[in-house]
């Protein structure tokens, strides 16, 4: 597997998938989690599969910025924190908390199904956020609007983009380029709007429902074994971030995310579960 930069700041499972009865958890009926929405829909995949196990539920918050989620967690408002980019692991461990890394989801360029496309290499990309590729016949797809959007450059979706991605570095896109403030708005938006394309999750190109297309780049789909070789480099990290000490339904939940159930929760949700 890859190495990561370690960076913390901080549903709906795809395929059938079954398994065995977990035995009965303490008095506590549900779990709470809140922090990066991009992280979200993976946890919120392996909280539905968790619970059908466990009988404990797992509730997703509506987001909490880095200071505001840690506070959260340590004033008992939630029993875990979601994080993929931030603060370094020695700092969080200095606030009495642990992290567990559990994944790793690839950032992909997603286009709407009407879009037609396979496949943009990095100039092809470029041409589009600088507004310069207008219609996607340009690039070999239907004769239609291109719609491009992006997150903000304070997110990791578009951190990750922009290092991994040399013409897009510096790029300052024009007014044309919406802006989606949040993961779940970009999400919404590029399910609703033909032509659209815009950074994402494979997350949510899985949860999509067909959608979505996750895009090839430069040949290279986001599939596990070209993440592995470094074909496709445009990654980042899923951490769950719990007290030290947690009650037993929290740490049996990181056991389950952690476990072959959890792994092949992760992978059917488009992520890829780590060690």
Same mark, same amino acid.
């Given at each position: 597997?890859?190495?990561? $930069?370690?960076?913390?700041?901080?549903?709906?499972?795809?395929?059938?998938?079954?398994?065995?009865?977990?035995?009965?958890?303490?008095?506590?009926?549900?779990?709470?989690?809140?922090?990066?929405?991009?992280?979200?829909?993976?946890?919120?995949?392996?909280?539905?599969?968790?619970?059908?196990?466990?009988?404990?539920?797992?509730?997703?918050?509506?987001?909490?910025?880095?200071?505001? $989620?840690?506070?959260?967690?340590?004033?008992?408002?939630?029993?875990?924190?979601?994080?993929?980019?931030?603060?370094?692991?020695?700092?969080?461990? $200095?606030?009495?908390?642990?992290?567990?890394?559990?994944?790793?989801?690839?950032?992909?360029?997603?286009?709407?199904?009407?879009?037609?496309?396979?496949?943009?290499?990095?100039?092809?990309?470029?041409?589009?956020?600088?507004?310069?590729?207008?219609?996607?016949?340009?690039?070999?797809?239907?004769?239609?609007?291109?719609?491009?959007?992006?997150?903000?450059?304070?997110?990791?979706?578009?951190?990750?983009?922009?290092?991994?991605?040399?013409?897009?570095?510096?790029?300052?896109?024009?007014?044309?380029?919406?802006?989606?403030?949040?993961?779940?708005?970009?999400?919404?938006?590029?399910?609703?709007?033909?032509?659209?394309?815009?950074?994402?999750?494979?997350?949510?190109?899985?949860?999509?429902?067909?959608?979505?297309?996750?895009?090839?780049?430069?040949?290279?789909?986001?599939?596990?074994?070209?993440?592995?070789?470094?074909?496709?480099?445009?990654? $980042?990290?899923?951490?769950?971030?719990?007290?030290?000490?947690?009650?037993?339904?929290?740490?049996?939940?990181?056991?389950?995310?952690?476990?072959?159930?959890?792994?092949?929760?992760?992978?059917?949700?488009?992520?890829?579960?780590?060690?």
């Amino acid at each position: 597997m890859i190495g990561t $930069r370690l960076h913390i700041a901080t549903g709906l499972v795809a395929g059938a998938l079954v398994f065995g009865p977990m035995p009965p958890l303490a008095a506590q009926d549900k779990i709470a989690v809140d922090g990066s929405t991009g992280t979200a829909p993976l946890v919120a995949a392996l909280g539905k599969a968790f619970a059908a196990k466990s009988g404990v539920a797992v509730e997703i918050g509506k987001g909490l910025g880095t200071k505001a $989620r840690f506070e959260a967690l340590a004033k008992g408002q939630i029993d875990i924190a979601m994080a993929s980019h931030g603060l370094k692991a020695d700092e969080v461990a $200095r606030m009495g908390m642990t992290v567990h890394r559990i994944a790793m989801t690839p950032v992909v360029f997603a286009v709407h199904r009407s879009a037609a496309v396979a496949g943009l290499s990095d100039a092809q990309i470029c041409a589009i956020y600088e507004g310069k590729t207008r219609n996607w016949r340009e690039v070999g797809g239907p004769d239609l609007a291109v719609v491009p959007m992006t997150r903000p450059d304070s997110e990791v979706d578009a951190e990750v983009v922009r290092d991994g991605i040399a013409c897009l570095k510096s790029l300052k896109m024009p007014e044309s380029v919406k802006v989606m403030p949040r993961a779940g708005d970009m999400a919404k938006a590029l399910a609703e709007t033909e032509g659209a394309i815009g950074m994402t999750s494979a997350t949510v190109v899985e949860q999509s429902g067909g959608k979505l297309t996750a895009l090839a780049l430069n040949g290279a789909e986001p599939s596990e074994a070209n993440i592995a070789s470094g074909r496709y480099k445009l990654t $980042r990290d899923a951490f769950l971030v719990t007290r030290s000490a947690p009650p037993p339904p929290v740490k049996a939940f990181i056991d389950f995310a952690k476990s072959a159930e959890g792994a092949a929760v992760i992978r059917a949700n488009g992520a890829l579960p780590v060690k």
